[in-house]
């Protein structure tokens, strides 16, 4: 399985980032991490070897980057404006940085996004924000809701940084052509808030599924169950 690793000065969060992406050819797919997780963070957990089939076969390149939640909703530091203006830099990278390369290198017009836990919510939100660059989301246990990192702050970044909150409103055609998975188990921690997103899709009539697996902890066993299955989900020409 071919391993490269990239590393660049990225403006828009003003550090180095690095990223791991696997496979030689196939559809792209954007792989976060889990809260404040690292770049090899979901190969070094068996996430990658989940799929090294569809890896092997030439069906999917991965692209795994930094996560940058040490310096946006983790980061007590600083105020609150800053830290979600440290997150929208970081929306901002993955779409210019990555997204937008891909796409110019490639001869895909749409990727796939991808996460478990923390990483599911950078998914459903890159996802649900940027819906003409995204054909597929799949979220693995995530969780949707970021006003607990925010001490009550209030402003419009927050607002359209809060899938729950701004999914409702959404007009844009290119969700309706979205295939959306949420994953998660009935003993998920964060099973209430796939339930909250599924509502939200619904009442929107978008079309999803919402996969419920029994009696499976919030951890990484499950995920490892999903990621292969939900790439199967994707109709590679």
Aim: proline share 4%.
């Amino acid at each position: 399985m071919k391993e490269e690793y990239f590393k660049w000065y990225s403006p828009y969060v003003n550090r180095d980032v690095e990223m791991l992406v696997f496979g030689h050819a196939g559809y792209p797919v954007i792989l976060f991490p889990t809260s404040m997780g690292s770049f090899h963070e979901n190969r070094d957990m068996g996430l990658i070897g989940s799929a090294h089939w569809f890896i092997e076969q030439g069906l999917v390149q991965i692209f795994c980057p930094d996560s940058n939640d040490k310096q946006s909703f983790y980061n007590k530091g600083v105020h609150p404006h800053q830290r979600i203006q440290n997150h929208v830099g970081y929306d901002k990278m993955i779409c210019h940085d990555i997204v937008e390369r891909v796409r110019l290198n490639t001869s895909m017009a749409k990727v796939a996004v991808a996460g478990c836990s923390f990483g599911g919510y950078h998914a459903a939100n890159f996802a649900f924000r940027h819906p003409g660059y995204v054909s597929h989301m799949f979220s693995m246990s995530g969780a949707f809701d970021i006003r607990n990192f925010m001490d009550r702050y209030n402003h419009d970044d927050i607002f359209y940084n809060s899938p729950l909150e701004y999914l409702p409103g959404l007009q844009d055609y290119e969700l309706w052509n979205m295939g959306i998975i949420l994953g998660t188990s009935n003993w998920d921690i964060c099973f209430d808030a796939n339930l909250k997103l599924h509502e939200a899709l619904k009442q929107k009539n978008v079309n999803h599924w919402l996969d419920v697996r029994q009696d499976k902890q919030h951890d990484w066993p499950v995920w490892k169950e999903m990621f292969p299955h939900y790439l199967s989900t994707i109709k590679f020409d």
